[in-house]
């Protein structure tokens, strides 16, 4: 019989604490999937999945069925990892630089095809916190750099010039992984 998520967070919602174990197995990888490009590294990325998932289940009860339960989730454990870097990391952020440009990536597309995920997601790990933040919360959760800046209590400058540089740190090991494999 397929597992059912959704009778696994009413089993858990009535007070079967099994069934939060089941809902753990059933969403944990992708949900460290997230962890994994905010954290710095795999211990940290473990930190964030533990602290997201006690938080979901402090929260399951408001949950309302509409919309998919891994995109609720997937929200608190963004927010999680926002928390983790609040209280873990100063913040190390640049004014915006009238001199920086926004670096265009879309020419290392042919590079991106010989990287894999795993490579890829090497690179954003290896940004500075605050980088890694900017990058993924624009990049992959589509934020705009107004709400970037409500989100961080920073400035939209602020967000514009640290994604400008986290670009262009990605775009050199990108050139340099390009050059090492056109080197072979």
């Known amino acids: 019989m397929p597992f059912d998520l959704?009778?696994?967070?009413?089993?858990?919602?009535?007070?079967?604490?099994?069934?939060?174990?089941?809902?753990?197995?059933?969403?944990?990888?992708?949900?460290?999937?997230?962890?994994?490009?905010?954290?710095?590294?795999?211990?940290?990325?473990?930190?964030?999945?533990?602290?997201?998932?006690?938080?979901?289940?402090?929260?399951?009860?408001?949950?309302?069925?509409?919309?998919?339960?891994?995109?609720?989730?997937?929200?608190?454990?963004?927010n999680t990892a926002l928390d983790y870097y609040r209280s873990k990391m100063r913040w190390k952020m640049t004014e915006l630089d009238e001199s920086n440009e926004v670096v265009n990536m879309e020419s290392d597309e042919d590079i991106l095809g010989y990287l894999s995920y795993q490579e890829i997601l090497l690179m954003v790990q290896e940004l500075s916190p605050t980088y890694r933040l900017i990058f993924n919360l624009y990049a992959f959760e589509g934020l705009k750099h107004r709400e970037i800046a409500e989100k961080l209590n920073i400035?939209?400058?602020?967000?514009?010039?640290?994604?400008?540089?986290?670009r262009r740190i990605l775009k050199r090991r990108i050139e340099a992984c390009n050059q090492y494999i056109n080197d072979k």
């Open 6 to 78: 959704k009778n696994a967070i009413c089993a858990y919602l009535k007070g079967d604490l099994n069934a939060f174990e089941n809902i753990y197995q059933s969403i944990s990888p992708k949900m460290f999937g997230i962890c994994m490009r905010y954290a710095g590294n795999r211990e940290e990325a473990k930190d964030i999945l533990q602290d997201g998932f006690i938080k979901i289940s402090q929260q399951i009860q408001n949950y309302q069925f509409e919309g998919s339960f891994e995109g609720w989730a997937r929200k608190i454990m963004i």
């Open 155 to 166: 400035s939209e400058g602020t967000s514009k010039s640290n994604l400008a540089d986290a």
